[in-house]
């Protein structure tokens, strides 16, 4: 079965440090997202991508990029982590043809740093 | 810039009984998506509901539906015979359909507790 998966599933890191979470999936999806989940604020969205070599920024995009070298993967850097990216994030992935259809998320990452 | 509120933090609801989660959204839009994701404890975002825009009639899955008032901007989610696993964090999402299969707008959530 088609899926799309999301490691690590948890991290420590310090700040200053750069880290790099990695999403992958398997439906074949040109659309690909990165949102970050933080008490009473739902999900924000970060970075997304629709298609190879194609990225756009999103709400909180400051202190993250991504890169999109294929359809599989999307991972998420944060250059210089901060006490303040603390948070779980979420990768999703969407087909490109259909708007009804619903975005595919990964189990998420939850970042800590100190 | 399209906006999801979800006006109820955490709401409780007796087993058995029917509970109705709110969400209200701003847009100059007439055509897009609404959704409905739970999010239990295991931190999975699950779809549980969805509605098109320009669909009048309301959705339904199972014990789920939705309140759908186009014209108040409201999209409500409605659970009956609510059962223990029900309880998580609900998440209402709007989706533009400009340009393709564009990102997901979120509220903040309602946290669902069921009592046995």
């Known amino acids: 079965d088609a899926e799309i998966t999301q490691s690590p599933r948890h991290k420590i890191t310090e700040t200053g440090r750069q880290v790099t979470l990695a999403c992958h999936q398997t439906?074949?999806?040109?659309?690909m997202f990165w949102y970050r989940q933080d008490l009473g604020h739902g999900l924000r969205l970060i970075h997304y991508s629709y298609g190879v070599q194609d990225t756009n920024k999103g709400e909180v995009s400051d202190g993250y990029s991504v890169s999109r070298s294929n359809t599989e993967d999307l991972p998420l850097t944060l250059e210089s982590a901060a006490s303040s990216q603390t948070s779980v994030y979420f990768c999703?992935?969407?087909?490109?043809?259909?708007?009804?259809?619903?975005?595919?998320f990964g189990d998420g990452t939850r970042l800590s740093i100190l | 810039a399209q906006t999801v509120t979800q006006s109820q933090p955490e709401m409780s609801v007796q087993e058995a009984e029917t509970v109705t989660l709110s969400c209200t959204y701003d847009?100059?839009?007439?055509?897009?998506?609404l959704f409905w994701y739970k999010q239990p404890p295991s931190r999975q975002m699950i779809l549980v509901i969805r509605q098109e825009a320009y669909k009048q009639q309301n959705a339904t899955e199972n014990r789920f539906s939705v309140n759908f008032q186009k014209a108040a901007k409201s999209f409500s989610l409605k659970i009956s015979d609510s059962q223990l696993g029900d309880a998580a964090m609900y998440f209402c999402a709007y989706r533009s359909p400009l340009s393709g299969n564009t990102p997901l707008v979120f509220g903040k959530g309602t946290r669902l507790s069921v009592i046995a």
């Open positions: 439906w074949n999806h040109n659309n």
């Open positions: 999703a992935s969407s087909e490109s043809s259909d708007g009804n259809q619903p975005q595919h």
């Open positions: 847009t100059s839009e007439s055509d897009y998506y």
